[in-house]
């Protein structure tokens, strides 16, 4: 079974600062999702990264994708309380995805 | 209107009854999944279907079983509903070849 480590689990911070998730794998995926989540609704998709070392820029939310494609990171810049939410990380084999547990982010303004 | 929608929203079922999920889609997508969700678990894989006439079982399929009636219908039944099948029910389809998934509102289900 392929598992999906993601950290920190919850985050709790004040509107303006930054802050990295990180998801990490000892498996290799053809491809790695980020989803956002917010009560009450299904997860909907941020980005797909599919290549090794891959960097994705989606407004202040940067993707990487690990040289391995065994890990990947989501960092906000200047984080604001609509980014609150569960950001969740999926990766794909075998065109089934995999997901992570996720990380609770809460942004206090 | 949603593309992806699941009914119903909220069930509120007894243990030992059967209860049936249902799904339904206006993407076009082949293929189509059904996922639990509960807290400090995740998402994890119950069923999934790539077309009508497949049918796959996932991570957690035990206590689960599934009806694709049409490409764009994929119904989830619990036989015998159990107290720790109380979840977040979620619907989701991909486009045959990506697996970006587009997800439903979920159902939440409560088993007493």
């Known amino acids: 079974t392929q598992l999906l480590e993601q950290s920190p689990q919850f985050l709790s911070i004040q509107e303006g600062e930054n802050l990295t998730v990180y998801c990490n794998s000892s498996?290799?995926?053809?491809?790695l999702q980020w989803y956002r989540q917010e009560p009450g609704e299904g997860p909907v998709l941020l980005v797909t990264?599919?290549?090794?070392?891959e960097v994705k820029k989606l407004k202040r939310l940067t993707f990487q994708f690990g040289d391995a494609r065994k890990d990947s990171s989501l960092h906000i810049t200047a984080a604001q309380p609509g980014d609150t939410g569960l950001y969740l990380c999926?990766?794909?084999?075998?065109?089934?995805?995999?997901f992570g547990k996720g990380t609770l982010l809460t942004v206090n303004p | 209107d949603a593309d992806v929608t699941q009914t119903p929203r909220n069930r509120i079922t007894k243990t030992g009854k059967r209860i049936m999920l249902e799904c339904s889609q206006t993407?076009?997508?082949?293929?189509m999944y059904w996922y639990r969700q509960d807290p400090g678990l995740g998402l994890r894989l119950i069923y999934y279907?790539?077309?009508?006439?497949?049918?796959n079982k996932g991570e957690i399929s035990d206590g689960y079983s599934v009806s694709r009636q049409a490409q764009a219908k994929f119904s989830l039944s619990l036989e015998s509903a159990i107290p720790n099948q109380t979840a977040l029910y979620f619907c989701?389809?991909?486009?045959?070849?990506?697996?970006?998934?587009?997800f439903g509102q979920g159902t939440r289900l409560t088993v007493v």
């Open positions: 989701a389809t991909s486009v045959g070849g990506n697996t970006e998934a587009f």
């Open positions: 498996s290799v995926f053809s491809s």
């Open positions: 990264v599919v290549t090794g070392g």
């Open positions: 999926a990766g794909e084999s075998n065109y089934k995805l995999t």
């Open positions: 993407k076009g997508h082949d293929r």
């Open positions: 279907s790539f077309d009508v006439k497949d049918i």
